[in-house]
């Protein structure tokens, strides 16, 4: 890897930690990144899951105020994003690789889906009548948001956001805050997968993971001054292009 390549990497882990902590769609920037590089999207993906996961670390705990009195709903909804994660970790690994490249592309969409309606889904939020805990029925949902986040994990967050926000009766705020600890144990459990049995460019988790860390601080700082707008656009414009990239190649 070249000195700007690895720039690059670097600086696309920056910005990934900071949409993490904020939209929840980090993954449409840096694993369009390493398809450009030339990586092959298995190890992509693995390394870039991997890498993100101290940037939900430091993002999660730039919204601690936000998560206070919500220690006993992270303790019910995380071993059902824990283990959902671990699932779709192994599926990744199961699957014969030409099926995640077959269906990649339909994720990126499907997340570029979610992005762009993710206004809308905030404004039907506020006027649906919804649970404080969810009961059941968000324990599934996150369940199933931990595979989608285990197997591929772009837009999780923001998947997550919107399925517990229509389930739950909380400030988005507070569920934001709470997405940022469900998606980074995801991804650290699908970290542990992959390291355990699958390849690994360490070089990337390093640069990733560097720049991901300084995003979580940043995102969590003044990613809320930030024009949603902007954000969206530019996820949606880098996600287009890997899916270009990946149907042409």
């Known amino acids: ?38 990586y092959p999207p298995v190890v992509a993906n693995a390394s870039n899951s991997i890498g993100l996961v101290p940037g939900g670390i430091t993002g999660a705990f730039g919204y601690r105020s936000e998560l206070a009195g919500q220690g006993k709903r992270l303790l019910r909804l995380g071993g059902a994003s824990l283990l959902g994660g671990a699932v779709g970790a192994s599926l990744l690994l199961i699957l014969d690789p030409d099926v995640f490249e077959a269906v990649v592309p339909v994720l990126i969409i499907i997340a570029l889906i979610l992005v762009v309606l993710q206004p809308w889904l905030s404004r039907r939020l506020a006027s649906m009548e919804r ?22 994990g772009a837009a999780q967050g923001v998947l997550l956001v919107g399925m517990l926000g229509i389930l739950m009766d909380e400030r988005l705020q507070r569920l934001n805050a709470l997405k940022n600890v469900l998606t980074a144990g995801v991804n650290m459990v699908a970290g542990i997968v992959f390291v355990a049995v699958a390849e690994i460019d360490w070089q990337v988790v390093l640069l990733i993971a560097a720049g991901s860390t300084v995003g979580g601080v940043l995102g969590a700082k003044i990613g809320r001054r930030l024009p949603p707008t902007v954000l969206r656009g530019v996820i949606v414009v880098v996600g287009l292009v890997a899916v270009t990239k990946l149907l042409i190649d």
């Open 1 to 38: 890897m070249t000195p700007i390549e690895a720039t690059l990497v670097a600086v696309a882990g920056v910005c990934a930690g900071a949409i993490n902590t904020v939209v929840g769609s980090g993954t449409l920037i840096t694993f369009p990144v390493l398809l450009a590089l030339g």
């Open 131 to 152: 649970h404080e805990h969810g009961g059941a029925s968000a324990i599934a949902a996150t369940f199933g948001a931990g595979i989608y986040g285990g197997y591929f």
